[in-house]
């Protein structure tokens, strides 16, 4: 039994916060008794130092065998955490005295099991699922030894404030949307939007120490700039870390590739997340990134968070959500983004490509018959020799609609006729090959990924400097990249999803002098499968 004494004269307050841990058991020799009650600490939530604290605050006596004794009683009744560095994930020590408490909530966290011993049982967990655990576990009344400071706020040097720019409407919703959801959630706003001035203005809202994950290292450089520009905090507090510079800083930058290379050594370092371009964290060695981050608050950023193979409801709950979304249409009818049209030229396969086409055809139907292309693919990737020779022709199939010379031949003349008529156009490839022939049939610029860095920063700013121009770019132009505003775009070859029909359409959108309309042209090979997908990939609402 702990007893608690003191002889001086408690108030009403003083006398029921006492209450929260002892029972009054009367006045003895001048001097009010208190009976210290594990159970009652507990359920209002007091650690041993906040019990120390109030014993020093209201001069109470307890001699050193108690003290001693009441350190003891909370350690058999705590939850220790502590990070391990070297595989990513938090240790949880349970006693024994209280692990029939906490089966069912390890259970539910999905915690495993990883020894025990006569003291204690030990399991661990994802740092995703941290915060979640200790929430439940001390509204249980149990308490957290917390030694490595994992739950700890980290707060910023300084706090930031916004500068040279003003929120847009939309973007005060979206940073109110992610507060009033305890600062977590998914923001899907269209390319041109100012998606990374939410993801600034989050950080000045919730002033912690903040990492951020971005698609390219080109996109790491705009997100430091941006906050160099828009914010008044020292540069000296935003550090990089990709392959040729390792700063950890308040704010940390970081790729995708370098994120999932350290994520398990500076995890407990920051309190926020921000993943931009969020649509590829399902991705494997991404999502390890978010499942590791010990981060309280998280924040994705993407113009296409829902893919086409579904997995972004594996992120949903790893983030919070879609909390906020705007299409293109709604930021065009209130003039955040440039009016468009979406315009499709039809063109025909060559005699000879609709016959090797054809051929190929009869030959996959021969194969599959009626299968769909999904049931082929779940056989090919058990091993089915007839799923996969079909998978074989229908990649022949899907590159000869890809690089028919109708739609070179189309693309080289729209290109010409909008660039005499005094406009800025990009031409959308998939291939290498072909971005080469059309770029030096226009004369054009052309961006590829096999293009140097700097290389490419100079492309981009002759583009960008030019009254008028054409710039040829593969998939290293769909994201990652800040290309200069074009109001045309050509469509040569894609890979048909909606997701980067809708990132290649977001390059026109920017606003532009005098309302100009932008445009889109997309080349499609009639009575082929490129007309259904065309249609299909239009679709952009975001159910």
């Known amino acids: 039994m702990i007893v608690f004494k003191t002889t001086r004269w408690l108030d009403d307050r003083e006398f029921r916060e006492l209450l929260k841990i002892a029972d009054y058991k009367g006045y003895e020799s001048n001097q009010a008794v208190f009976i210290f009650n594990m159970d009652k600490a507990l359920r209002n939530n007091y650690s041993y130092e ?49 692990y029939s408490r906490v089966r069912e909530l390890l ?26 655990f200790v929430d439940e576990a001390t509204s249980s009344g149990l308490n957290i030894i917390d030694r490595d400071k994992l739950l700890e706020e980290k707060n910023l040097p300084v706090k930031p404030n916004l500068r040279n720019v003003s929120l847009r409407y939309y973007q005060r919703e979206a940073v109110d949307k992610w507060i009033q959801n305890n600062y977590r959630g998914i923001i899907a706003l269209p390319t041109g939007s100012g998606k990374t001035i939410v993801g600034i203005a989050a950080v000045v809202e919730k002033p912690v120490r903040t990492l951020i994950v971005t698609y390219t290292r080109e996109q790491m450089f705009q997100w430091r700039d941006m906050f160099i520009k828009y914010t008044d905090i020292d540069p000296k507090f935003i550090g990089l870390m990709y392959s040729e510079e ?75 959500g879609i909390i906020y979304y705007k299409t293109p249409d709604e930021l065009v009818e209130q003039g955040y983004l440039s009016r468009y049209r979406i315009i499709t030229v039809k063109v025909s396969l060559t005699p000879e490509e609709r016959k090797i086409f054809e051929e190929l055809r009869k030959k996959y ?10 049931e ?27 690089k028919s010379y109708s739609k070179i031949n189309k693309a080289v003349e729209i290109a010409r006729n909008e660039y005499e008529n005094g406009n800025k156009v990009i031409v959308f490839t998939q291939y290498i090959e072909q971005a080469n022939e059309i770029s030096k049939r226009l004369n054009a610029l052309l961006l590829t990924g096999e293009i140097p860095v700097d290389t490419r920063k100079n492309i981009l700013t ?58 889109l042209y997309e080349i499609v090979l009639e009575k082929t499968p490129e007309e259904y997908l065309a249609r299909k990939r239009k679709r952009l609402e975001l159910e």
């Open 246 to 320: 390792k700063r950890l800083a308040p704010i940390t930058i970081t790729t995708y590739q370098s994120g999932f290379r350290s994520i398990n050594e500076i995890s407990p370092f920051f309190n926020l997340l921000v993943i931009d371009e969020v649509h590829h964290l399902p991705a494997d060695k991404f999502r390890y990134i978010a499942r590791h981050s010990i981060a309280k608050y998280k924040m994705g950023l993407s113009a296409t968070p829902i893919r086409e193979d579904g997995k972004h409801e594996e992120l949903f709950p790893l983030l919070g």
């Open 376 to 402: 082929v693919l779940e056989a090919a990737r058990k091993g089915d020799s007839k799923a996969v020779e079909a998978l074989r022709i229908h990649s022949k199939m899907k590159m000869l609609l890809a």
């Open 365 to 374: 139907r021969a194969l599959v018959g009626e299968t769909s292309f999904q």
């Open 50 to 98: 906040d019990v120390i604290l109030m014993i020093q605050d209201l001069n109470i006596e307890i001699d050193d065998s108690s003290l001693e004794e009441l350190r003891k009683l909370f350690n058999n009744m705590s939850i220790s955490i502590n990070w391990n560095s070297s595989n990513g994930y938090v240790k949880i020590s349970i006693p024994w005295s209280i």
């Open 107 to 132: 259970r539910k966290h999905q915690a495993r099991y990883i020894g025990k011993n006569s003291k204690e049982i030990d399991y661990i967990l994802t740092p995703d699922k941290l915060h979640s």
């Open 462 to 519: 002759r583009f960008k400097e030019s009254e008028r121009g054409i710039l040829v770019v593969t998939t290293v132009g769909d994201e990652g990249l800040d290309i200069p505003d074009a109001n045309i775009g050509i469509i040569v070859s894609g890979t048909g999803s909606r997701r980067q029909f809708i990132q290649r359409l977001g390059r026109l959108l920017r606003p532009k002098k005098n309302s100009v309309e932008a445009k």
